[in-house]
């Protein structure tokens, strides 16, 4: 079994500078045939990006022939500094956003952004994992050395044909449920382990998936400690069975194998694969009986690497999100897919909205005062959808009328909507109306398809 690989470090904390370039590539996945694929900096998927708080001046370069923007997902930067579907980088371009960079530390994502060209982009490889570090690991007990026992983990799932080229043909289910495919990558590898020291190793789950939603576990009943969410770190680690990632999340967690026993991850079968309407019940009922389930990464561990980090931490220093004190506007948003009702695809294309309304780039949704706190109340229908908001961390207080699940209490900026949650939404940072911020679904395929609104923060 080859062995997994980090995608590069790109540390940007000595230079306060940020290079990142769109490039043409192509790619070998299987060891079959190579596919046309695009990346930041090489040619598939991009760098892991690490940065502190602080000035991070960066310039991004765009050497294909369509437009491709830089979102960076998950961090506290204004509305110009976004990378949403208002900022394209031109063929031939470039962009020289001067951020300012200044939040608790995370594991983030970077993704392009194009309005109606983001799926297709993303699943070619214009994506990346990106991590805000204070440099303070060590006094937190966490492991932190870079691909040895701190692995960044780009999750994709992918479709292949018979010569082992990468494909996206979208049918209409696929834009329905969104696009899953059957071959699993991790940074952009198929069939990779990892190798790893005999100690508490750290992993950076980034889902970079187009739609899927990972029930992730390890095997032989081992526990994953989840240490941070989207926002950051949690005030001490929490044991779970399994951790749901939907797309555009991000969680870490802490692993334990200081008694040197391998471990498979693994995950359950996806919630939303067949789960529309009475087809969708069906199913629900084969996978009971079906195990879907299927393996995301081996972790063996190599005895020449020396373990630094032995026991479990228990502070972890992050804090809870309660921001109860005096809440504004409470406004409702239902994720729609039309009106079809049931049958596959029947008089439900075109239906993907949010409140009624497909994204329209020349439409402003919503005005929000900087400084808010909202009440967000989340509706879905038909299928989970993965909600994200632009340039605000949010407090998940209720799902489906109870209380959120453990992964769900830190800070989050994307939240896995299956009925009704309710959020406390901060906006912070300012968004105009050139280059509003967005709040979506995540499944890439809605996404584009309209599942989209725009906000400005002033
Ligand atoms: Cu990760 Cu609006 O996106
Ligand atoms: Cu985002
Ligand atoms: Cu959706």
């Known amino acids: 079994m080859p062995r997994l690989t980090m995608p590069p470090l790109l540390d940007t904390i000595e230079t306060g500078k940020l290079e990142l370039v769109a490039l043409p590539g192509r790619t070998d996945f299987l060891g079959k045939e190579v596919t046309p694929t695009i990346g930041f900096n090489q040619p598939y998927l991009g760098p892991t990006i690490r940065m502190r708080n602080g000035p991070l001046a960066a310039n991004v370069r765009n050497e294909l022939d369509w437009q491709v923007s830089v979102h960076w997902h998950g961090l506290m930067v204004p509305g110009e500094h976004d990378g949403g579907p208002h900022l394209p980088i031109s063929p031939g371009k470039q962009w020289q956003p001067d951020m300012e960079i200044r939040q608790a530390p995370a594991t983030a994502f970077y993704h392009t952004h194009i309005h109606e060209r983001t799926a297709v982009d ?25 691909g040895v026992d701190d692995l960044t983990l780009v999750l994709q799932d992918r479709r292949f044909d018979s010569q082992g080229r990468m494909t996206y043909d979208l049918s209409m289910m696929d ?54 969410t989207d926002g950051g770190f949690l005030p001490a680690p929490v044991a779970l069975e399994i951790l749901r990632l939907a797309p555009g999340e991000r969680a870490e967690v802490l692993v334990d194998l200081s008694d040197g026993r391998p471990v498979t991850l693994m995950s359950g079968g996806d919630p939303n694969e067949g789960a529309i309407g009475m087809v969708g019940r069906v199913r629900g009922i084969i996978d009971q009986i079906m195990d879907r389930s299927f393996v995301v990464l081996p972790l063996a561990v190599d005895d020449r690497l020396s373990p630094r980090i032995t026991e479990m931490p228990r502070d972890l220093g992050g804090k809870l999100p309660k921001l109860n004190g005096s809440v504004g506007n409470t406004r409702r948003f239902s994720l729609d897919m039309g009106m079809g009702g049931g049958m596959m695809g029947t008089g439900m294309m075109g239906g993907l909205a949010i409140n009624g309304r497909a994204f329209d780039m020349q439409r402003i949704d919503l005005e929000v005062r900087r400084g808010a706190v909202e009440r967000w109340i989340v509706g879905s229908s038909m299928l989970a959808h993965p909600f994200h908001i632009h340039g605000a961390v949010f407090q998940v207080v209720r799902e489906n009328g109870r209380d959120p699940r453990p992964e769900n209490r830190g800070w989050k900026d994307t939240v896995l909507v299956e009925n009704e949650t309710e959020l406390l939404v901060r906006f912070n940072h300012t968004a105009s109306r050139e280059t509003p911020y967005m709040y979506h679904c995540h499944i890439l395929e809605h996404e584009d398809g309209g599942m989209m609104g725009q906000f400005t923060v002033g």
């Open 175 to 228: 834009v329905m449920h969104g696009f899953t495919g059957d071959t699993m990558l991790v940074n952009g590898q198929v069939g990779a382990a990892a190798a790893v020291p005999k100690g508490v190793v750290r992993l950076r789950f980034v889902n970079g998936s187009n739609a899927r939603i990972y029930s992730l576990f390890a095997d032989a009943g081992r526990p994953l400690h989840l240490i941070a």
């Open 122 to 146: 993303v699943y070619a490889g214009l994506a990346g994992a990106l991590q805000i570090t204070d440099g303070r690991d060590d006094e937190r007990g966490l492991p932190s050395n870079y």
